[in-house]
C-alpha cells in the first residue's frame, strides 16, 4: 500500500500509451519503442524484433500472488543482483506504470535525449538509496504530468474509482555481480548474464536466474510464476525492441 496519500492515474498496458510516455521522457522513440509481446508460444515471441532490451507485465494483483512474493522476500537466500541496477520503492498509489517504465528504460542500454526528465532523473539518483528515490519520485515534477497526460491517452475512459488489483513489474538482463567486479559488464563465462525482476513493491531487485535470451527467458518465468494456477485474462506483456 502507498505510504502517501498520493495515487495517480492508472496507466494502460499500451503501446501507444507507454511510447507517448517514453518519448516525452527522454527515449529517442526512432532507435527503440515499446511492442506488443503477443503470446509466449515461439512463433508469437519470434514477431517480437530483437534485441529486446526489457520487459513490462501487466498481472492480475491478487492476496494469492501477495503471499508468493512474501514468501520469496523473505528467502535470506536470494542472490545478490548487480550493484548498478536502478530500483525504486513504489510510495504512490497506482505509480506502477511509470516505475516501471523508469525500470526499463533506465537499466536498459538505450540512449535518451540530453537534459531530458530521464536523464535528470537518472543523475538526481546516484547514490540515493531506493528510499530516497522514492521520496524523489514523490517530489519531482519530471513525471507526474507526464503520467498524467499518458494515462489520459488511452483507450479507455479515465476511471473514476482509481483503485485497481492489476499491477506492472520489469524484467530486465543484467551481469552477474561476479562478473561487475570482475569488470566483464556484459557477462561472459565469469558469472553470466541474469534475468532481473523489479517491482517496486518487493524488499528489492530480484534475481530470476541465468538468462541468455531475455525475451524467451521471460516467457518461461512468466509462465511458471505467473500464469500457473491463474483463471484471469487480464495479463499483457510489452517488450522495449529496435524500431
Known amino acids: 500500500m502507498s505510504s502517501t496519500d ?9 503501446p ?3 511510447n ?35 520487459i513490462l507485465l501487466l498481472f492480475p494483483y491478487t492476496d494469492t500472488y501477495r503471499a508468493k512474493r512474501d514468501a520469496e522476500d523473505a528467502n535470506e537466500n536470494s542472490v545478490e543482483v548487480d550493484p548498478t541496477i536502478l530500483w525504486i520503492r513504489q510510495t504512490i ?6 516505475i516501471g517504465l523508469i525500470h526499463a528504460l533506465t537499466n536498459s542500454d ?28 514523490e517530489t519531482t515534477p519530471l513525471f507526474a ?3 498524467a497526460e499518458a494515462a489520459a491517452t488511452g483507450q479507455t475512459a479515465v476511471p ?17 555481480k561476479a562478473a561487475r567486479e570482475l569488470q566483464h559488464p556484459e557477462g561472459s563465462k565469469e558469472g553470466g548474464m541474469r534475468l532481473i525482476e523489479l517491482d517496486g513493491h518487493r524488499k528489492g531487485p530480484l534475481d530470476r536466474g541465468p538468462c541468455s535470451d531475455l525475451l524467451a527467458d521471460v516467457a518461461k518465468v512468466v509462465q511458471q510464476n505467473f500464469f500457473s494456477g491463474e483463471s484471469s485474462m487480464q495479463f499483457s506483456m510489452v517488450a522495449l525492441c529496435p524500431s
Open 6 to 14: 498520493s495515487r495517480w492515474i492508472p496507466l494502460e498496458s499500451n
Open 16 to 18: 501507444d500509451v507507454m
Open 20 to 54: 507517448s510516455w517514453a518519448e516525452k521522457a527522454g527515449l529517442l522513440t526512432s532507435q527503440y519503442h515499446f511492442e506488443d509481446i503477443y503470446g509466449l508460444d515461439e512463433d508469437l515471441l519470434a514477431m517480437v524484433p530483437q534485441p529486446v532490451k526489457a
Open 93 to 98: 498509489g497506482n505509480a506502477c506504470g511509470t
Open 110 to 137: 538505450v540512449d535518451f535525449a540530453p537534459e531530458s526528465p530521464l536523464q535528470q532523473f537518472i543523475d538526481q539518483c546516484h547514490d540515493k538509496t531506493p528510499d530516497e528515490r522514492a521520496k524523489l519520485l
Open 145 to 147: 504530468n507526464i503520467h
Open 160 to 176: 473514476s474509482n482509481l483503485d485497481t488489483d492489476l499491477h506492472f513489474i520489469c524484467f530486465v538482463q543484467a551481469p552477474a
